[in-house]
């Protein structure tokens, strides 16, 4: 057997000279391969100047099989996802205002009664599309090191384009530059190769085809002051040189104007004043994920509108739905996982999984209770264990748990009645003791912290009634932060891309 990696003796020794140096190829190479962030302040439709994203100067050391077993995962949540989110049971159930999280969560409750309305009116398209990515950290026990799953994004997943970019900057400094080559592992074999830019358009493209209308476009929904554009006009260029599809981005609050249904068929129309009439095959949301992107029931109309629509919507509002942090919760309670993979009747013999898959996923899982457990149970637990535990709403996006020390107080101001619209979960113990070099643009000096990293898997699946039609792994992505900070979102200024070294 292999001694375990010391992860305290990560990055390799390097001058500051050297350093200096690596950080100019590291910037230079960001530059000039469009691994790019707007600064703020430059703003469409006047792009005058970009900045490099944040970086770290090494990659990370990761297990490989660690890093397989997140690979081989994600096939098993693809294909969960898909049927959770085709579960308007168990949707209503969990979700929904009368009985669920939408009772207590407006922004939840908002979305779930949307989508019942367009249910009972009839919706025009069958088929959903999902662009995932289930996150992990390596979790810490004695010397065993396990991955365990943060958490599973259904919608607005973002960074893989620059994720890609990420790992091929870490390959070209250790093929062009002597800086590597202090640690025997940064040598090319153990840098894995990372395609997520075309395995996420793969996803797309194939929307779009399943949708087969010549001339139609894909829709990004995108935000207003979006910093992370780059990102996503990588997978614009891709779409469009690979496939020929051309992307139309819009803003929530243009689309109010611009969107028609057609009375025939519900054909997803946009009009704008100086463009002709465009039909759309796919809307794919980089918005939409934050009651933020709602300030008024106008943008809440808009979206119901394009759900009404004929256009294959990724995410559809179950499968935004499905995303939640409840929904992650509830598959740990005993016999639900057997409901999405186990049911013959439903999903056919071929639609089953092993005793074996089914281990695997809940050994990737860490324990988590919902707040409103067994009356005042659930609050005293998370009470009582405080320490070891982060609590979570029904958010993306970053910034919005509650960690450790500050969850006593939290528990005190919390309404009974808000109690279930959070869940407990118990800490992941990232190894200790492992440093990156950070840095950001604007910055002369980089910085040398104790860092965690987390790993991201992303997948796609096409899927509807009641049937996985296609879906795949589509690359990977890892997010560096500071170890002092609990949370890690690129977007939200904690945490820089990065990519891995297999150990
Ligand atoms: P969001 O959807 O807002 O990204 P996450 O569940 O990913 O919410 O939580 C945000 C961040 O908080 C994660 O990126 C991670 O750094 C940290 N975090 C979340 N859950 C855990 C956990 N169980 N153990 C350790 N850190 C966690
Ligand atoms: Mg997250
Ligand atoms: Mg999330």
């Known amino acids: 057997?292999?001694?375990?990696?010391?992860?305290?003796?990560?990055?390799?020794?390097?001058?500051?000279?050297?350093?200096?140096?690596?950080?100019?190829?590291?910037?230079?190479?960001?530059?000039?391969?469009?691994?790019?962030?707007?600064?703020?302040?430059?703003?469409?439709?006047?792009?005058?100047s970009a900045i490099h994203a944040p970086i770290s100067l090494f990659p990370t050391p990761f297990p490989r099989d660690q890093f397989e077993q997140a690979q081989r995962l994600q096939s098993i949540y693809n294909i969960l996802y898909s049927r959770i989110a085709m579960d308007i049971e168990f949707l209503d159930q969990t979700m929904g205002t009368e009985v669920g999280v939408g009772q207590v969560d407006e922004f939840t409750g908002q979305l779930w009664s949307g989508w019942r309305d367009l249910r009972e009116r009839g919706l025009a398209q069958p088929l959903h599309l999902g662009l995932f990515r289930s996150d992990y950290l390596l979790h810490q026990r004695d010397s065993e090191l396990s991955l365990k799953q943060v958490e599973f994004n259904t919608i607005s997943s973002s960074f893989g384009a620059l994720a890609q970019k990420t790992a091929e900057m870490h390959r070209s400094l250790e093929i062009s530059t002597k800086f590597y080559t202090n640690s025997a592992h940064l040598n090319a074999s153990n840098l894995p190769p990372n395609h997520s830019t075309s395995g996420l358009v793969e996803g797309l493209a194939a929307a779009h085809a399943a949708y087969n209308v010549d001339g139609s476009r894909i829709l990004f929904v995108v935000q207003t002051g979006e910093r992370n554009i780059f990102d996503q006009l990588?997978?614009?260029?891709?779409?469009?040189?690979?496939?020929?599809?051309?992307?139309?981005?819009?803003?929530?609050?243009?689309?109010?104007?611009?969107?028609?249904?057609?009375?025939?068929?519900?054909?997803?129309?946009?009009?704008?004043?100086?463009?002709?009439?465009?039909?759309?095959?796919?809307?794919?949301?980089?918005?939409?994920?934050?009651?933020?992107?709602?300030?008024?029931?106008?943008?809440?109309?808009?979206?119901?509108?394009?759900?009404?629509?004929?256009a294959i919507k990724c995410p559809s509002?179950?499968?935004?739905?499905?995303?939640?942090?409840?929904?992650?919760?509830?598959?740990?309670?005993?016999?639900?996982?057997?409901?999405?993979?186990?049911?013959?009747?439903?999903?056919?013999?071929?639609?089953v999984f092993s005793a074996q898959a089914l281990a695997d996923l809940r050994t990737s899982w860490m324990e988590m209770w919902p707040l409103d457990l067994d009356g005042d149970a659930g609050v005293g637990q998370a009470r009582g264990r405080a320490l070891e535990l982060v609590l979570k709403p029904q958010r993306e996006g970053g910034g919005n748990n509650v960690y450790k020390e500050a969850i006593p107080e939290f528990l005190v101001s919390l309404p009974p009645r808000e109690r279930p619209a959070w869940i407990a979960m118990e800490l992941i113990s990232p190894p200790l003791g492992l440093k990156n070099y950070l840095v950001r643009a604007g910055s002369e000096e980089c910085v040398e912290t104790e860092v965690v990293s987390e790993l991201g898997i992303f997948g796609w699946s096409l899927f509807g009634e009641g049937k996985v039609i296609n879906e795949k792994e589509a690359g990977w992505l890892v997010r560096t932060k500071g170890k002092d900070s609990n949370e890690g979102g690129v977007a939200t200024g904690f945490s820089v891309l990065d990519s891995l070294v297999l150990v």
């Not at 000279?17 to 707007?38: C, E, I, M, P, V």
């Open 317 to 351: 509002i179950p499968l935004q739905l499905a995303g939640g942090k409840k929904v992650q919760q509830v598959l740990t309670e005993p016999g639900v996982l057997e409901r999405f993979l186990c049911d013959e009747k439903k999903y056919g013999s071929q639609g």
């Open 1 to 48: 057997m292999q001694p375990a990696f010391d992860f305290t003796q990560w990055p390799p020794l390097i001058s500051d000279k050297d350093r200096n140096a690596l950080q100019y190829r590291a910037t230079s190479y960001a530059l000039a391969h469009g691994l790019l962030y707007l600064p703020i302040g430059v703003q469409p439709p006047k792009l005058t």
């Open 234 to 310: 990588w997978l614009e260029y891709e779409l469009l040189e690979k496939y020929s599809i051309h992307v139309v981005r819009r803003t929530f609050d243009e689309l109010a104007h611009q969107v028609k249904l057609s009375e025939k068929d519900f054909a997803l129309i946009i009009e704008s004043p100086d463009e002709r009439p465009v039909e759309i095959s796919t809307v794919y949301y980089r918005s939409g994920y934050t009651p933020d992107d709602f300030p008024t029931q106008t943008q809440y109309q808009t979206r119901f509108k394009l759900e009404r629509s004929k």
